[in-house]
C-alpha cells in the first residue's frame, strides 16, 4: 500500500513539472487571433476605400448625366428633348420632364 502511495505522488509530480515544460497553447492561440485581427481590419480598410472611390465616381457621373450616357443615350435624348420641342413645351417644361437641367436640355437641342 506505502509503493502504491510512493508510485502515485511521484506520477502526479511528474506530470506536474511535465505541464510547466510543455507547449503554451494559449500563447499560440493569442497570436492567431491576433493576426485574424490584423487582416480582418486590412480587408475592411480596403473595401472602405473602394466603397468611397465608387462614390465618388458614382456622384461625379450622376453629377453630369447627359454625358455619362455614351452616344446611343444621348442620342435617345437628344430624340425626346425635339420631340417635347415639336409639342410645343419650353425649355423648363422639358427640363422637368426628362429630370434634367435647363442647361443640359439646351446642350441637347
Known amino acids: 500500500m506505502e509503493w502504491m502511495i510512493i508510485i502515485l505522488l511521484s506520477i502526479g509530480l511528474g506530470l506536474f513539472i511535465l505541464s510547466f515544460c ?3 497553447t494559449i500563447k499560440e492561440t ?3 487571433i ?3 485581427s490584423i487582416t480582418h481590419l486590412t480587408e475592411l480598410y480596403k473595401l472602405k476605400k473602394k466603397v468611397k472611390v465608387l462614390e465618388e465616381e458614382l456622384l461625379s457621373s450622376s453629377a453630369n448625366p447627359v454625358f ?3 452616344s446611343t443615350g444621348t442620342a435617345k ?3 425626346e428633348a ?3 420641342v415639336n409639342e410645343g413645351l419650353d425649355v423648363q417644361d ?3 420632364k426628362m429630370r434634367l437641367t435647363e442647361e443640359e436640355v ?3 437641342l
Open 106 to 108: 439646351q446642350r441637347l
Open 30 to 32: 493569442e497570436k492567431q
Open 94 to 96: 422639358i427640363a422637368q
Open 22 to 24: 510543455g507547449k503554451d
Open 82 to 84: 425635339s420631340q417635347f
Open 77 to 79: 435624348l437628344k430624340e
Open 34 to 36: 491576433e493576426d485574424l
Open 68 to 70: 455619362s450616357k455614351g
